[in-house]
Protein backbone atom coordinates (compact mmCIF):
# COMPACT_ATOMS: atom_id res chain seq x y z
CA UNK A 1 0.00 0.00 0.00
CA UNK A 2 1.86 3.05 -0.94
CA UNK A 3 0.33 6.20 1.62
CA UNK A 4 0.12 9.63 0.02
CA UNK A 5 0.97 11.34 3.31
CA UNK A 6 3.85 13.24 4.58
CA UNK A 7 5.91 11.06 6.98
CA UNK A 8 5.90 14.04 9.86
CA UNK A 9 1.80 13.95 9.48
CA UNK A 10 1.65 9.81 9.83
CA UNK A 11 3.94 10.06 12.63
CA UNK A 12 1.63 12.90 14.17
CA UNK A 13 -1.84 10.25 14.05
CA UNK A 14 0.05 6.84 14.70
CA UNK A 15 2.37 8.47 17.48
CA UNK A 16 1.44 12.30 19.00
CA UNK A 17 -2.85 11.46 18.40
CA UNK A 18 -2.51 7.68 19.08
CA UNK A 19 -5.06 7.43 21.83
CA UNK A 20 -7.84 8.88 19.24
CA UNK A 21 -6.98 5.69 17.07
CA UNK A 22 -10.19 4.43 18.04
CA UNK A 23 -12.39 7.22 16.24
CA UNK A 24 -10.70 6.07 12.96
CA UNK A 25 -9.87 2.14 13.34
CA UNK A 26 -12.63 -0.01 13.50
CA UNK A 27 -10.62 -2.41 15.18
CA UNK A 28 -9.28 -0.70 18.46
CA UNK A 29 -12.08 0.19 20.93
CA UNK A 30 -9.65 2.54 23.17
CA UNK A 31 -6.15 3.19 23.63
CA UNK A 32 -4.33 4.81 26.52
CA UNK A 33 -0.98 6.10 27.14
CA UNK A 34 -0.41 4.92 30.71
CA UNK A 35 3.43 6.11 31.37
CA UNK A 36 5.54 8.12 29.05
CA UNK A 37 8.99 6.85 29.13
CA UNK A 38 11.64 9.80 27.97
CA UNK A 39 10.90 11.58 24.96
CA UNK A 40 10.30 8.53 22.06
CA UNK A 41 9.39 5.67 24.09
CA UNK A 42 5.80 4.79 26.28
CA UNK A 43 3.66 1.74 28.09
CA UNK A 44 0.14 1.87 26.76
CA UNK A 45 -3.37 -0.10 27.45
CA UNK A 46 -5.24 -1.15 24.07
CA UNK A 47 -8.48 -2.58 24.05
CA UNK A 48 -9.52 -4.42 20.82
CA UNK A 49 -12.94 -3.98 19.26
CA UNK A 50 -15.49 -6.72 19.39
CA UNK A 51 -15.58 -9.05 15.82
CA UNK A 52 -18.73 -9.25 14.07
CA UNK A 53 -21.00 -12.15 15.85
CA UNK A 54 -18.56 -11.26 18.74
CA UNK A 55 -16.90 -14.80 17.46
CA UNK A 56 -13.93 -13.37 18.95
CA UNK A 57 -14.63 -10.61 22.41
CA UNK A 58 -12.78 -7.80 23.14
CA UNK A 59 -9.04 -8.53 24.27
CA UNK A 60 -6.78 -6.23 26.77
CA UNK A 61 -3.19 -5.54 25.82
CA UNK A 62 -0.45 -3.76 27.83
CA UNK A 63 2.17 -2.76 25.13
CA UNK A 64 5.60 -0.92 25.26
CA UNK A 65 5.92 1.18 22.47
CA UNK A 66 8.97 2.70 21.05
CA UNK A 67 8.72 5.62 18.48
Known sequence: VM???KTDELYEE?????E????WNPNVKQVKILQKIGQDTMTTHEVSAETPGNVVGPR???SVRCA
Do not use: P, S, Y
Request: aromatic residues 6%; hydrophobic residues 45%; without cysteine.
Open 20 to 23: QMGE
Open 3 to 5: LEQ
Open 60 to 62: DFV
Open 14 to 18: LVDNM
